[in-house]
């Protein structure tokens, strides 16, 4: 089994626009999203599946929808097994962090 490919990306696009963003070119690169964590406004991590020979494709969407992404410590697969992705996504902004109001729970 591959390990786990790890990749990291920044961008100073729009929160909700960037994460949309990502969410569809995985999803054009024949991938699918296991689970999101998003972190205040500041960072959004992806889990995935992605056929092997689709990562490069992936990159290079984020990259020409302005993200901008480290290459991989791992080459990408040459063949069309299924491999597990990570991505974190940093946004780059000057917004203060996201508060959300947290509604009281009685008892």
């Known amino acids: 089994m591959a390990s786990i490919l790890m990749l990291t ?3 100073r696009r729009e929160r909700n626009d960037a994460t949309s963003f990502v969410f569809d070119a995985i999803n054009a690169c024949g991938g699918w999203i296991e689970d999101v964590h998003m972190y205040s406004n500041k960072m959004t991590t992806v889990r995935l599946a992605l056929p092997g ?3 490069e494709d992936l990159i290079g969407s984020l990259i020409d929808g302005g993200i ?3 290459p991989p410590e791992a080459p990408a697969s040459s063949d069309d097994r299924e491999r597990r992705v990570t991505l974190q996504l940093t946004f780059l902004h000057d ?3 996201l508060m959300r109001d947290i ?3 009685p008892g």
């Open 68 to 70: 901008a992404v480290d």
């Open 103 to 105: 509604p009281a729970i």
């Open 95 to 97: 917004e203060p962090d």
């Open 9 to 11: 990306a920044a961008t």
């Open 53 to 55: 020979t689709a990562i």
